[in-house]
């Protein structure tokens, strides 16, 4: 069980950046722990995971730009696109072009799209309870997931530099 101090900043990153964090086997390995431990909160709700974190992020800030959410997620447009109309399809968000940029497309939650938050609201508690970890080590997790995520932000700026 994960200690009242920790728990609170473990359960904020579980959510959100956990899935993003890094590449190859690592990230496979986290992917599918996450996937594993977020599946069964999450199909009877009718969601991926992916399509989870993208409506935790719509649901901090809401009518943000397609490429916002990627990069808040470290997904690319090949992932969000498809993902993000099954999300229309469902009813949950609308897609629109930016009156600014019409090249940009506004994602926008609909209103079961903030309904679908509070029956989600329990979720992140649920995953926690799940997680096995003397404080200690949780607390380790959370610093070594945040030490590479922001390793991978600063290569991938590198490699955007060239």
């Known amino acids: 069980m994960i200690s009242g101090n920790i728990r609170k900043p473990f359960l904020k990153l579980l959510p959100i950046q956990i899935a993003a964090v890094t590449a190859g086997s690592v990230n496979s390995l986290i992917d599918t722990l996450v996937t594993g431990l977020y599946a069964p909160w999450l199909k009877p709700l009718g969601l991926t995971y992916t399509q989870y974190i993208v409506l935790l992020v719509l649901w901090e800030r809401d009518g943000i730009s397609v490429t916002e959410i990627g990069e808040r997620l470290m997904l690319d447009n090949g992932t969000l696109s498809p993902l993000l109309k099954k999300l229309e399809q469902a009813g949950y968000v609308t897609r629109r072009r930016s009156r600014e940029d019409e090249r940009m497309v506004i994602?926008?939650?609909t209103d079961n799209g903030r309904a679908l938050q509070e029956k989600a609201r329990d979720v992140p508690a649920h995953v926690a309870d799940c997680i096995d970890l003397?404080?200690?080590?949780?607390?380790?997790l959370y610093m070594l997931l945040y030490e590479l995520l922001d390793n991978r932000k600063r290569k991938t700026a590198e490699e955007d530099r060239k």
Request: proline share 10%.
């Open 134 to 140: 003397p404080a200690e080590k949780a607390q380790m």
């Open 107 to 109: 994602i926008c939650l």
